[in-house]
């Protein structure tokens, strides 16, 4: 999987809307490391408590495709700023997100910083929420879209900026109004602030109806060659 300096890193996106049936999720746990089922066990709504659980399966799928590790015995730990880390690896890089019905991961090997985020697209956001991490040019931007528009594009601007605090590894303890994007036919899709960081990448990420979901990625070389796919649970988890 390793990328040559010159050439641009390629990022995997995996997508699943996940069964929300307890003996499926029970299954999953066999992937998960004992401190993870531990923590599972703390969620007081089954809503939340099986999100987390295929979020960490998903994530532990995919890493073992990359490294060739059976999913039960990768180690991952926080870093210094609480984002997740493969214990003795610097690469791949990767992200995880997970909302209401959905996880998202991605997975790349020659980026720098890399970030995903999902939300559902009928989200309820008050206008005092979208005032808190909307910069003044975004609001005057939502406020010319037409209304039957105007929600989603909020929900995806969030995304994006989320996305990319992510990837910075400092998630809301940055202000996400210091993370601005400029739109482009009615959707953000770029990071705006005079000098752009043109390492920087930043995608809305086709999903289907229901979620919207954002990737922010730092490359040194360029565009990153990015693969998303839907993923299908039909194995068992390697033991």
């Known amino acids: ?13 995996a997508l699943w809307p996940y069964s929300k049936i307890e003996g499926d999720w029970n ?8 401190d993870e089922r531990e923590r ?7 809503r939340d408590r ?37 214990e003795g690896r610097e690469r ?3 992200s995880l997100a997970n909302t209401d019905g959905l996880v998202a991961v991605a997975v790349a090997s020659g980026c720098d910083h890399l970030g995903i985020d999902c939300e559902r697209a ?13 910069s003044a040019d975004e609001r005057r931007c939502l406020a010319e879209l037409p209304a039957r528009e105007r929600t989603r594009a909020a929900i995806a601007l969030w995304t ?30 770029m990071v705006d602030g005079g000098d752009r960081d043109r390492r920087w990448h930043h995608r809305l990420v086709e999903s289907g109806s229901q979620h919207v979901v954002a990737l922010a990625a730092c490359s040194q070389s360029g565009l990153p060659g990015i693969s998303t796919h839907l993923f299908q649970d039909d194995s068992m988890p390697s033991e």
């Open 40 to 46: 599972a066990a703390t969620y007081r709504f089954e």
């Open 27 to 34: 299954r999953w746990m066999q992937s998960l490391s004992p």
């Open 92 to 94: 791949p890089h990767f």
């Open 160 to 189: 994006l900026k989320e996305s990319h605090l992510k990837a910075l590894g400092v998630g809301l303890r940055e202000n996400p109004r210091n993370v601005a994007f400029s739109w482009k036919d009615g959707i953000p899709v």
């Open 122 to 134: 009928d989200t309820e956001i008050e206008a005092a929420a979208v005032d808190s991490y909307c």
């Open 50 to 86: 099986t999100s987390f659980i295929a979020g960490r399966y998903l994530l532990r799928r995919l890493l073992s495709a990359h490294t060739g590790t059976s999913p039960s015995k990768l180690l991952l730990s926080p870093d210094n700023r609480g984002k997740l880390r493969l």
């Open 1 to 13: 999987m390793h990328q040559p300096e010159d050439h641009p890193a390629g990022i995997e996106i």
